[in-house]
């Protein structure tokens, strides 16, 4: 400012100042555009890498930079593996925020890989399926990829903010890019195995997955013995060998998805027509073979059918053992809720498929049989489970919300209040 004293005119200061603001604004300006070019150009390379990810998966010509492909772009003796994750139950707003999370989180799995001293291709085959090609010249052994997957899934699940079910399947070794396809086919193989192991694991192919050799069980002999218990009503024995079909189909390491919802398929119609046969309704569809086997086929787990089929056999006997009478389907439906009160997404939608039962008419003869509607009974049910809990006093107001299936902690407050006449807080102080 001294430099202002040899100045013949006289200074404006606001005039100065205003300068001062423009070319501030410009610097910002251009800093603003820099770190633009700079995400564009992240963006672009993965979107590149996710092409190049895509590309790798399919047949191939000799020339693979003419393809599409670049060979030459991987470290010469490099080897390769091909890792699938595949999402199960994925809402509408899961994919959003996989869509506009999804260079971030590319990168982040790039990252993650990189600190292995593993290379990756990577991108999303479709919104269940997302690809990852690991490669390099320290590549020995398909295992390596297991702790990299294993923090790329944590990566998804922040991502997702919710629950996230997984399964995780690696394929086999390969030492050319052109192979990358065929460790593809073989981590699809592992995807598929895990239908009897379970949700969130991570599965490196084996060859026995695909061996016709060793024992196969007589399964159509298995379940006649399974429709004999039935009809002699022997509820014990009919338990230990549903057991049985479980363990012997994880034990079968080359049986077939179909196979094994062919299998429950059977068993589930042998209850049914058990039960028409002793004039026992268990459900409203229990003839229709077709509405029967799309509820085998959405299952993605060997444990989610086994369990599925375990209720409808405990069902099937406590009807012959008298314990369930002519409020049948109101029984039914009050278990269903009592045991998944927690679940958020408990619906009348949700029960009807469960017991074989329309809507409507799961409504209307709820309504018929216990004098209030279904959604009543839930609100009721997870209320005297909310008082249950805010008598704890390490339990907070959200958390008592969360835990009966509430994810809204204003409408559980208005909903405790409309029921109980008191806010959640109220009854809190007042019981302990």
């Known amino acids: 400012m001294k430099a202002l004293d040899y100045l013949d005119k006289p200074v404006d200061l606001e005039e100065i100042k205003e300068g001062i603001r423009r070319a501030v604004n410009v610097?910002?300006?251009?800093?603003?555009?820099?770190?633009?070019?700079?995400?564009?150009?992240?963006?672009?390379?993965?979107?590149?890498?996710?092409?190049?990810?895509?590309?790798?998966?399919?047949?191939?010509?000799?020339?693979?930079?003419?393809?599409?492909?670049?060979?030459?772009s991987f470290p010469q003796g490099a080897s390769f593996v091909t890792a699938i994750i595949k999402f199960h139950h994925v809402r509408d707003n899961d994919n959003q925020s996989i869509l506009l999370g999804k260079h971030e989180l590319l990168g982040k799995i790039g990252c993650r890989f990189s600190a292995f001293d593993l290379d990756t291709l990577r991108g999303f085959k479709d919104s269940q399926h997302l690809i990852i090609h690991a490669y390099s010249k320290n590549l020995a052994a398909p295992e390596q990829l297991l702790n990299p997957l294993a923090l790329a899934r944590s990566d998804l699940q922040e991502l997702m903010g919710s629950p996230l079910q997984t399964f995780i399947g690696v394929g086999h070794l390969v030492h050319r890019p052109e192979g990358l396809l065929e460790s593809y086919h073989s981590a699809a193989v592992a995807v598929q195995r895990?239908?009897?192991?379970?949700?969130?694991?991570?599965?490196?192919?084996?060859?026995?997955?695909?061996?016709?050799?060793?024992?196969?069980?007589?399964?159509?002999?298995?379940?006649?013995?399974?429709?004999?218990?039935?009809?002699?009503?022997?509820?014990?024995?009919?338990?230990?060998?549903?057991?049985?079909?479980?363990?012997?189909?994880?034990?079968?390491?080359?049986?077939?998805?179909?196979?094994?919802?062919?299998?429950?398929?059977?068993?589930?119609?042998?209850?049914?027509?058990?039960?028409?046969?002793?004039?026992?309704?268990?459900?409203?569809?229990?003839?229709?073979?077709?509405?029967?086997?799309?509820?085998?086929?959405?299952?993605?787990?060997?444990?989610?059918?086994?369990?599925?089929?375990?209720?409808?056999?405990?069902?099937?006997?406590?009807?012959?053992?008298?314990?369930?009478?002519?409020?049948?389907?109101?029984?039914?439906?009050?278990?269903?809720?009592?045991?998944?009160?927690?679940?958020?997404?408990?619906?009348?939608?949700?029960?009807?498929?469960?017991?074989?039962?329309?809507?409507?008419?799961?409504?209307?003869?709820?309504?018929?049989?216990?004098?209030?509607?279904?959604?009543?009974?839930?609100?009721?049910?997870?209320?005297?489970?909310?008082?249950?809990?805010?008598?704890?006093?390490?339990?907070?107001?959200y958390e008592v919300a969360a835990q009966v299936g509430i994810m809204d902690a204003n409408y559980f407050a208005k909903t405790f209040k409309k029921v109980t006449g008191m806010t959640p807080s109220e009854f809190k102080e007042k019981h302990l």
């Open 194 to 397: 895990q239908f009897f192991i379970g949700y969130n694991q991570i599965v490196v192919f084996q060859e026995s997955f695909l061996s016709s050799a060793g024992y196969h069980p007589d399964w159509e002999l298995l379940t006649q013995q399974f429709e004999d218990h039935l009809e002699e009503e022997q509820t014990d024995k009919a338990v230990a060998l549903l057991e049985r079909f479980s363990i012997l189909l994880k034990e079968t390491e080359d049986t077939l998805i179909n196979d094994a919802k062919n299998v429950f398929f059977g068993l589930l119609l042998a209850i049914f027509k058990a039960a028409d046969r002793k004039k026992l309704s268990l459900s409203q569809s229990s003839g229709d073979r077709e509405y029967l086997w799309n509820v085998v086929f959405r299952f993605n787990t060997l444990q989610e059918m086994a369990q599925y089929t375990k209720e409808k056999l405990d069902q099937f006997f406590e009807h012959l053992q008298g314990r369930v009478t002519g409020g049948s389907i109101a029984f039914a439906i009050m278990r269903y809720i009592q045991v998944n009160y927690k679940n958020p997404n408990l619906s009348i939608k949700s029960i009807a498929d469960h017991i074989f039962l329309t809507p409507n008419y799961l409504s209307l003869q709820f309504k018929k049989e216990t004098g209030q509607t279904i959604n009543e009974y839930i609100i009721e049910f997870r209320i005297s489970k909310a008082k249950e809990l805010l008598s704890d006093r390490q339990h907070k107001l």
């Open 27 to 72: 610097c910002m300006d251009e800093k603003k555009h820099k770190k633009a070019e700079q995400k564009l150009l992240g963006e672009n390379e993965l979107h590149h890498q996710e092409q190049q990810a895509l590309f790798w998966l399919t047949s191939h010509r000799e020339d693979a930079n003419k393809a599409g492909g670049d060979s030459a």
